[in-house]
């Protein structure tokens, strides 16, 4: 059974930073593209990074390029999202997927396995 648990959410204020963490069981990681979305009440969910299985490849939405950085370690399963100068538009739930797909795309119907979501509130 695939799991994808996320961890690292919370409460900060507008400047401040965060490293959101995603750990996977169940398949084998190095194998499949990962990446990060985020999601607000009445939203569609929105692409905010994916890096590819060997870390090669590495994708960005405009909203938090230079802000944001994704990293992976295949050795521990688990791949992060170091959220840095953060927003309070950067409020949302964010999720971990997982993805067969050899680049590393934005589209969510690419991803075939998702973790159930961790909580970010930046307040003003």
């Known amino acids: 059974q695939v799991q994808l648990v996320e961890s690292g959410g919370g409460l900060v204020q507008a400047g401040g930073s965060l490293r959101l963490s995603c750990t996977a069981s169940?398949?084998?990681?190095?194998?499949?593209?990962m990446g990060w979305f985020r999601q607000t009440p009445g939203k569609e969910r929105e692409f905010v990074a994916a890096?590819?299985?060997?870390?090669?490849?590495?994708a960005y939405a405009d909203s938090v390029k230079g802000r944001f950085t994704i990293s992976r370690d295949n050795a521990k399963n688990t791949v992060y999202l170091q959220k840095n100068s953060l927003k309070p538009e950067d409020t949302a739930v964010y999720y971990c997927a997982a993805s067969t797909d050899y680049g590393v795309p934005p589209l969510p119907q690419k991803y075939d396995y998702w973790g159930q979501g961790t909580q970010v509130t930046v307040s003003s």
């Open positions: 890096i590819s299985r060997g870390g090669g490849s590495i």
């Open positions: 169940g398949l084998t990681f190095s194998w499949y593209t």
